[in-house]
């Protein structure tokens, strides 16, 4: 507890924890203009480019769609944002020269990575937690149609399998900050991962590659939803627990210069 | 008793030898200088004694105890390497409350104390980005002395110190011995560690190749007999007859290296207004330990070449 609570007053002034839930939080609102756009007639014929998206995207003015791009925010956007926290809560030692602090105390080097992971799920799941919230809300003043509870059941288990898959897959990011000593790496190794997540995910082979599965998942595309299977989420349980292993084996055994 | 003993430790980088069968002993209430020039070993060997890297060959003891992976004493251990780092969104108070809570500390009072000790009670609630390099330093000793640790082990710890601070970490580290503590500690500033260190080491190129304490030191350093006179020359030649290696130097004074005209320059003096040839200067030089340290290293190389 004392090694989670150490982590905890890390995270004091950290501007960082604010910036990511205003970042992630343009979802919901961006969601929210999507729907706005819709309603309004003028607005969509004004809206250029972007009226051509809302249509491919096929949304319509209702819970059913605004809780599936809320959705879909955090299984392709989360890839990007819990990585970005991931990075930082491991690189960060690295990046204020603190890591060599860390390293011999009568705290173990695994549990300072166990708490770090700890504080990266809670993070995670309150940036989840805060969008769902402004989403309600917003859904709320754009008076949708009302779902039934079977509906609502459904769409928050989908919204929070697809955050607890993007979670898993955010683990090895832990170890490329920790090999990578700082943000650099890791943040280089998320913006390679989301890259060939878009590109296998499109040429429809997204259920062999970890990074996709939570997109595929979410719903962004039902034709490609369809091929995940059992090995899909094998993988992704796998690489979350590679990642786990090797950041936890690289702090314990490697030299840290 | 014998807090930290290393044995034969050797550490390579590719063909670079970072330590090369380094053994040491530091004794309880010692205080430790390592010398050594950047990229001597100096760092690599107190990174191996902080387990946070491991040595290719030999083994390491502190307290008696063998530095493996179920060392468990980290409590009764201190550090500082290299530059201090701190969390710099974080106030000085919070920098040291995250290492209380990783240290399992149990006394809430241990923290209010180092901040007195150490002179950061104006900067207790600024932001570790806003100190200066000096109180930096000051916070990163902070760090590693809050939880009182038998065993010291600092990686150039006055560096950015203003003179007050030094003098100020000098008498808290001899305090520190006079309570029972070890100190470990590197500089290359070597006049401080002379004033401070009991024993000294001097690493070159991964090799232990001295170790002496403070009067052994001070003993071995070079001390000569410059003189000038009118006809220099001439006074050679009569020190000469007389028994004294003088020689002439290329500013043109004399200088004698014998131990007896060190001891005794009146004797020298009398004897050359004898020979109607008075000293217009007459000084005893003695070498300084940057010109020690030097020579110590060149020593060692001509003996391995």
């Not at chain 2, 974080?90 to 990783?102: I, Q």
């Not at chain 2, 000790?117 to 390099?133: C, D, T």
């Not at chain 2, 001295?210 to 001439?234: A, P």
Request: aromatic share 12%; charged share 15%; with cysteine.
């Amino acid at each position: 507890m004392n090694v989670l609570y150490a982590e905890l007053i890390k995270l004091k002034n950290a501007n960082i924890v604010w910036l990511s839930f205003i970042a992630f939080g343009l979802a919901p609102v961006m969601g929210a203009v999507f729907i706005l756009i819709m309603r309004d007639p003028d607005a969509l014929a004004n809206a250029g480019a972007l009226s051509l998206k809302i249509e491919a995207m096929g949304i319509k003015p209702d819970w059913n769609a605004y809780l599936g791009i809320l959705t879909q925010a955090i299984g392709v956007g989360g890839v990007l944002v819990f990585g970005f926290v991931a990075s930082w809560i491991f690189g960060r030692e690295y990046t204020d020269g603190t890591v060599k602090d860390l390293l011999s105390l009568p705290s173990s080097r695994s549990s300072i990575l166990n708490a770090k992971f700890i504080i990266y799920i809670f993070w995670c799941v309150g940036l989840c937690i805060s969008n769902l919230l402004t989403g309600l809300i917003l859904g709320y003043f754009l008076q949708f149609p009302s779902l039934n509870m079977t509906e609502t059941l459904n769409h928050l288990a989908i919204y929070f399998n697809t955050a607890f898959l993007t979670i898993i897959i955010g683990t090895p990011i832990a170890f490329f900050a920790l090999r990578g000593k700082g943000y650099m790496g890791a943040l280089g190794f998320v913006a390679l991962t989301l890259v060939i997540a878009q590109i296998i995910g499109a040429s429809g082979y997204g259920s062999f590659f970890p990074w996709a599965v939570p997109g595929l998942y979410s719903g962004i595309s039902q034709e490609y939803k369809a091929s995940l299977n059992a090995f899909s989420y094998g993988i992704v349980f796998l690489t979350g627990l590679i990642g786990y292993i090797a950041t936890i084996f690289y702090w314990r055994y490697a030299d840290q210069q | 008793m014998e807090v930290i003993s290393t044995h034969n430790l050797v550490k390579q980088y590719g063909s670079t030898h970072a330590a090369d069968n380094i053994s040491i002993h530091v004794n309880k209430g010692e205080i430790y200088g390592f010398l050594g020039l950047n990229g001597a070993g100096k760092t690599t060997l107190i990174r191996m004694l902080l387990a946070m890297i491991q040595p290719d060959k030999g083994d390491i003891f502190l307290f008696g105890q063998k530095l493996d992976k179920k060392f468990q004493r980290w409590n009764e251990i201190g550090y500082l390497v290299e530059t201090p780092h701190a969390y710099p969104d974080l106030t000085v108070l919070d920098n040291l409350r995250v290492f209380y809570k990783f240290r399992n500390l149990n006394k809430p009072n241990l923290i209010d104390e180092i901040i007195s000790k150490l002179k950061l009670e104006k900067y207790r609630n600024s932001r570790a980005k806003v100190l200066s390099l000096g109180n930096q330093q000051r916070l990163g000793l902070a760090k590693a002395l809050m939880h009182q640790p038998a065993l010291l082990i600092l990686d150039e710890p006055i560096n950015g110190l203003d003179p007050e601070g030094i003098v100020e970490v000098r008498e808290l580290l001899q305090e520190l011995t006079q309570n029972g503590s070890t100190v470990l500690l590197s500089s290359h500033i070597l006049g401080e560690i002379s004033k401070v260190a009991t024993r000294i080491g001097i690493i070159h190129e991964g090799r232990l190749i001295r170790e002496l304490n403070t009067e052994e030191l001070f003993s071995q350093l070079h001390k000569k007999l410059i003189i000038r006179t009118r006809n220099n020359n001439e006074a050679i030649n009569y020190l000469y007859d007389a028994g004294y290696s003088a020689i002439k130097t290329a500013d043109n004074s004399i200088e004698i290296k014998d131990p007896d005209a060190i001891q005794f320059p009146e004797k020298i003096s009398r004897f050359l207004v004898e020979k109607d040839l008075p000293p217009v200067q007459l000084s005893t030089f003695t070498e300084d330990l940057e010109m020690y340290f030097l020579r110590t290293i060149q020593t060692s190389k001509s003996q391995i070449s």
